[in-house]
């Protein structure tokens, strides 16, 4: 009988809370998964996914970038700057009142006036604090089940609370194509019963 300790990746991408978001999709993306486990002085404090990612962007409002319609006659021809006088560039400062933001710091921005938000927030911000955890001797259908009830796609693996793996929806799938479970069936599981069990 296949467990989680037998499925599950020992070697974890942890997020420390106050990295920036950019900063943590970054790393997911360049370790290849999409979440992981949210630690904080070694002590577990939740659990951050793509999804969380996409939920707090689209519910976190963009800096306004509203600007003032103008009229065509309202432009002047261009004049020849004189020293001392009020330096073009304030146009820019004026459009972009509303952000308050540096004018330097906009034109640094390569994508536009609005800030980027990813950038702007913190893992902890958009992390999901509660855990969905199992233990590693629990078997795989159990986990699996655990799965679907929850609604989520990886599992924090604890023992004696301490974080020892990530078991994901991708390995249970990668032991079904290697036919790894093709032996194990529901009918023989001895694995724990009750949902006390199965996090503990």
Known sequence: MLTVRDLMTREVVTLDPDLSLREAVE???????SGAPV?????LVGVLSASDVLEFEEATPGVPTERPEM????????????????????FFSEQWADA????????????????DTLAEHTVGEA?????CSVAPFVDIYTAAEYMVRAGVHR????????????????DIVRAVAQQRLVAASPEVRSGPRTWAEVRR
């Open 71 to 90: 009229e065509l006659e309202e432009w002047n021809e261009p004049t020849e700057w004189v020293e001392g006088e009020e330096a073009p560039a304030a």
């Open 155 to 170: 599992l924090i693996v604890t023992e004696e609370g301490r974080l020892v793996g990530v078991l994901s929806s991708m």
């Open 127 to 131: 992390m999901t604090p509660s855990l």
């Open 39 to 43: 630690t904080a002085g070694g002590r």
């Open 27 to 33: 790393l997911l993306s360049a370790q290849r998964v």
């Open 100 to 115: 308050g933001a540096d004018v330097l710091e906009r034109f640094a921005q390569i994508r536009g006036p609005e800030w």
